[in-house]
């Protein structure tokens, strides 16, 4: 707070960055703080939080130029619902003049000359944009490992331990930075879990919306029937404000619906009483922790006491939910990523003879390892002789999945399911088998394939002290009910930990 | 279904990445690895299942076929080439195709 401001009588303020989204967004409003002195706040943060590595690209001076704009018009009266909200954005939404790198390679050099209609509409409503977060190579991953700019660390540690842990992924840079107090909140994006896991395993509410929620416009393309924008946040208010932003319709997406958005924050606090919760069997897997076991059965007694009812119900395709997601997405990502070509955009091979080549090497070279597997896998399950037996049949049982969740809707209005089978693993445990790492995703990715809300909120720590989530899931395009279920989590949980600042 | 190194080098083309003859090994056992997994789904009865594609149902919405404003209509040239690696004058610069 500067000295002017002392004078003036506004309360002192401790840390700007201690405050949630909504509570900062309130203060801007009433004038207790202005939008510059949040945003240098949070990049005097950002440049102490290196080790981190969460961002790809910081853009202080246009955050700065933002947030005197956002104080003018608050000065003017004309604030937006997020004026001067310093947010963090995922570095796969294409940024007008910013570069935008899908943390890949072949992006190198490549800045957009137009912006992604989910980040526009936080302009529009006033948000100031601190700058890019890291992610796994074109999302694919669950750890953020597979980043070209390296992984991201999460600002989260065992107790007594200093091994480097993952912040989750693929939104693991945005995860790691609203755990971190880098930023107000993050925008996402989740094909498989990307948003829910990495909030899981970082202790922060993360929020896949309905597909066709948010504009996938200007956002690089990952598997385009399952990617759905969403927020990471520190709570459920904030997720609730930041998605009533990014949220709407879009004439530049035609899978984007022509729905209008609902005052999400509305729907908080609202009772819980009578809401029937479906708790499913099959989400008892094999080798899960004890204590997410139990922490499960904590939710279920919260939502009991809040007067829910609650149901057993049995979703009994769950097991072929991740074999079905691994044949859709990478059949999808190696189409959106045939684009890659070394010609309109991005790297293009040094050395090459005919065009093909030129396409080879230069897909060789600007590709990670994870990417070059999936869009192998995506080439074959598609190719003439196996289109039928894989990719066909994926997409049968991504119809039978789909409709057992229709069925388990008509009798439920929430789904609850631990958000991941682990807490956060140390970087480098689990890159060594393909498998397992995806594994990670084994809760989230049904919802996924049958296009519902689902949101993480985090719920208690295990034994080393890390943070566990818990989900729920909603029928489609009711993210009103799926605030008011994770809210009711949060209040009954009262998780309250946070990581100390030991990368200062 | 385990694949063998020549699948590989095949499925490598049709991606177009260049791939070293000493990797598709290793390439083989990995994907085997994933498809192996992947085969629980043979368990699954499909008979009479509808494919998915999509989880929105909605008609595509019908415009005009007009140039639309902004970044996705025409006559702006500088804009369309400011990112290729290689242009002369307005044009992408790629080897030659024709012969």
């Known amino acids: 707070m500067s000295p002017a401001a002392i004078l003036q009588g506004r309360p002192l303020m401790t840390d700007l960055t201690d405050l949630t989204l909504a509570g900062l967004r309130d203060a801007l409003k009433s004038k207790e703080a202005s939008a510059v002195e949040a945003t240098q706040a949070y990049l005097d943060r950002i440049d102490a939080a290196g080790a981190l590595n969460a961002f790809i690209t910081v853009t202080a001076d246009k955050a700065r130029a933002m947030a005197e704009a956002s104080d003018k018009r608050i000065a003017a009266g004309e604030a937006g619902p997020l004026e001067g909200v310093p947010l963090a ?232 939910a991740l074999p079905v997601y691994y044949i859709v997405a990478p059949a999808e990502a190696s189409s959106n990523l045939a684009r890659y070509d070394g010609v309109r955009y991005g790297h293009r091979a040094g050395e090459y003879g005919d065009v093909t080549s030129m396409y080879e090497k230069t897909r060789a070279e600007g590709f990670g390892a994870e990417v070059r597997r999936r869009v192998m896998i995506g080439a074959y399950v598609l190719s003439a002789g196996y289109y039928d037996a894989y990719y066909l049949r994926a997409q049968k049982v991504r119809k039978l999945i789909a409709d057992e969740f229709v069925k388990a809707f008509a009798d439920v209005d929430l789904i609850l399911t631990p958000s991941a089978p682990s807490a956060a693993f140390a970087l480098g445990e689990r890159s060594d088998d393909p498998v397992s790492m995806y594994l990670n995703d084994v809760f989230t990715v049904t919802g996924n394939l049958a296009g519902l809300p689902g949101g993480s909120v985090p719920a208690g720590l295990d034994a080393d002290g890390l943070p566990l989530g818990l989900q729920l899931l909603a029928r489609p395009f009711d993210e009103e009910t799926l605030f008011t279920g994770l809210y009711a989590l949060e209040d009954a949980a009262g998780f309250s930990a946070r990581p100390d600042d030991w990368w200062r | 279904m385990a694949i063998d190194k020549d699948t590989v080098r095949k499925v490598a083309h049709l991606a177009r990445i260049d791939t070293p003859e000493e990797a598709l090994e290793p390439l083989a056992e990995e994907i085997s690895g994933i498809l192996q997994w992947i085969e629980q789904l043979m368990e699954i009865d499909v008979e009479g299942v509808d494919a998915m594609a999509s989880t929105v149902e909605t008609a595509l919405p019908m415009r005009e076929d007009v140039l639309q404003d902004g970044p996705t209509g025409g006559g702006q040239p500088d804009r369309i080439v400011a990112n290729a690696p290689k242009t002369e004058d307005h044009f992408f610069v790629v080897p030659k195709v024709v012969e």
Do not use: H
């Open chain 1, 89 to 320: 954005i995922k570095d796969l939404f294409c940024t007008q003049g910013v570069r935008t790198t899908a943390a890949s390679k072949i992006l190198e050099g490549f800045t957009p000359d137009y912006e992604a209609t989910v980040t526009a509409n936080l302009w529009r409503d006033g948000a100031v944009m601190l700058g890019k977060t890291n992610l796994d190579e074109f999302a694919m991953g669950s750890s953020n490992e597979t980043s070209y700019f390296g992984p991201v660390v999460s600002p989260w540690r065992r107790a007594g331990s200093d091994a480097k842990l993952t912040p989750g992924g693929s939104s693991g840079g945005s995860s790691a930075a609203t755990a971190a107090r880098l930023c107000a909140g993050a925008t996402g994006t989740d094909t498989g879990g990307s948003i829910r896991q990495p909030a899981a395993l970082t202790g922060t509410v993360g929020v896949k919306p309905t597909y066709g929620r948010c504009s996938r416009w200007g956002t690089v393309a990952f598997a385009s029937s399952l990617d759905q924008a969403g927020p990471v946040a520190r709570t459920v208010r904030d997720a609730a404000a930041m998605l009533r932003s990014m949220a709407g319709p879009d004439a530049k997406d035609s899978t984007c619906v022509d729905r209008p958005v609902p005052d999400y924050e509305a729907a908080i606090g609202r009772s819980v009483k009578g809401l029937k919760i479906g708790v499913p069997k099959e989400y008892r897997i094999d080798g899960m922790p004890d204590e997410i076991e139990t922490l499960w059965s904590a939710g279920v007694d919260w939502l009991r006491a809040a007067g829910c009812e609650i149901v057993d119900i049995s979703l009994p395709l769950t097991k072929y």
